[in-house]
């Protein structure tokens, strides 16, 4: 059985920095992608950032050169570095597992398996 469990989590100011893990369980194909996405009130889901087995990464253009994203396969874990949060980074965060798909952004790819969220708030 695939679990993943997101921490880090929490409330800072803007221009603060939090540190998401996501730890992970159970049969993944850790070759495919995983990646964060994020969801905030009233607004769609969107893809923040995803890596592959191979170390490809990619960014939405909204957190590129301020979060970092990062896997540790000896701990089965999934890091996201947020750095010079602003205000319209207040979401929930969401780790997601073997990602696959057709379209050339990982970041729309389809997700086999998803994290309960953690919430991070940034406030002024």
């Known amino acids: 059985q695939v679990q993943l469990v997101e921490s880090g989590g929490g409330s800072v100011q803007a221009g603060g920095s939090l540190r998401l893990s996501c730890t992970y369980s159970?049969?993944?194909?850790?070759?495919?992608?995983m990646g964060w996405f994020r969801q905030a009130p009233g607004k769609e889901r969107e893809g923040v950032a995803a890596i592959n087995g191979d170390g490809d990464v990619v960014y939405a253009d909204s957190v590129k050169g301020r979060f970092t994203i990062s896997q540790d396969n000896a701990e089965n874990t999934l890091l996201l570095q947020m750095d010079s949060l602003q205000l319209n980074d207040t979401a929930m965060y969401y780790c997601?597992?073997?990602?696959?798909?057709?379209?050339?952004?990982?970041?729309?790819?389809?997700?086999?398996?998803w994290g309960q969220g953690t919430q991070v708030t940034v406030s002024s």
């Open positions: 997601a597992a073997e990602g696959a798909g057709r379209t050339k952004n990982p970041l729309r790819f389809e997700y086999n398996y």
């Open positions: 159970g049969p993944i194909y850790k070759y495919y992608y």
